[in-house]
C-alpha cells in the first residue's frame, strides 16, 4: 500500500538586492584625510619658523643698564641706583651697556630717573652740558616764547632778552642783535593750562645770574639751536 506523497511546501523567494547607484565622486572620507594631511604640513612649517624665530631672538639679546630706584636730577648715582637688564637688541634704542656700570657711579642726572626705565648717556649730565661747572636756572616760559612741544633736554638753546613791556627805542637801537645767552635745556615742565611751562636751563657760572633776573622779569624768549651741532 503506498504512503501518501507529503505536501510540497513552496521555497522562500529570495531577497531581492537594491541596485547601488554607480558614482564617479571620490569618497569623502579620502578627500578629509588629505586636508588633515595638509592642515598638518602647515602647522608643522609655523611651528619650525617660530621656533627659528625664538632661537635668533635669544641670541639677539644684550644686557644693559636700568634704574633700580627712582633718583632725582642732579643727584650722583651710586651701585644700588642701577640693575642689570637683557633686552632684544633694537637699533632705535640707546641704552648704556651693562659692562660700564662702574663707570656710570658718581654721574648726575639731568633729568629725573624713574625706577623701571633703561638708563641712556642723554639722561645724564655729561650729555646735556649740566655738570658742577655749570648752573641750573629755572625760566618760566611763556605760549610763543619758546617753540612748542619741541623742547628736549639736551637741545642746545640761546636765551633771548626781550625789551620792557612799553619801552621805547630809538630808531638806531632798532636793527641792533638783541643779546642773548648761549644755554643747553635740562628739562621742561608740563604745561599748565595757560600754556605756560618751567624750562631749566643750565648755563655757564658768569651768565646764572642775568639770566635768572631776567627770567624773574618774564624777559626770556628760546630759540633751539639746530639738533647735531
Known amino acids: 500500500m503506498e504512503s501518501p506523497a507529503a505536501p510540497s511546501v513552496p521555497c522562500p523567494a529570495a531577497p531581492v538586492r537594491p541596485e547601488v547607484p554607480i ?27 617660530g621656533a627659528a624665530a625664538a632661537v635668533t631672538s ?9 634704574i633700580a630706584r627712582d633718583v632725582p636730577a642732579g643727584q650722583a648715582l ?27 657711579v658718581g654721574k648726575r642726572p639731568a633729568v629725573d630717573l ?70 643747553v635745556v635740562v628739562n621742561v615742565s608740563r604745561p599748565d593750562a595757560s600754556g605756560t611751562v618751567v624750562v631749566n636751563l643750565a648755563v655757564a657760572q658768569t651768565d646764572g645770574p642775568l639770566l635768572a633776573a631776567r627770567a624773574a622779569q618774564g624777559r626770556i624768549s628760546l630759540v633751539r639751536e639746530p639738533r647735531g651741532q
Open 78 to 104: 651710586t651701585d644700588s641706583d642701577l640693575a642689570i637688564a637683557e633686552i632684544s637688541a633694537d637699533a632705535a634704542l640707546y641704552p648704556v651697556p651693562a659692562s660700564a656700570k662702574s663707570s656710570m
Open 23 to 49: 558614482t564617479t565622486t571620490a569618497p569623502i572620507k579620502r578627500e578629509r584625510r588629505w586636508s588633515v594631511a595638509a592642515l598638518c604640513i602647515v602647522l608643522a612649517a609655523v611651528a619650525g619658523l
Open 114 to 183: 624713574r625706577k623701571g626705565g633703561l638708563l641712556t648717556t642723554s639722561q645724564l649730565a655729561g650729555g646735556t652740558g649740566l655738570g658742577d661747572d655749570k648752573q641750573q636756572v629755572g625760566a618760566q616760559v611763556k605760549r610763543g616764547q619758546a617753540p612748542a612741544g619741541t623742547l628736549a633736554p639736551g637741545d642746545k638753546v640761546l636765551a633771548v632778552t626781550t625789551p620792557v613791556q612799553g619801552e621805547q627805542t630809538s630808531g638806531k637801537d632798532t636793527d641792533a642783535p638783541p643779546s642773548t645767552l648761549n644755554a
Open 58 to 66: 635669544a641670541s639677539d639679546r644684550t644686557q644693559v643698564l636700568a
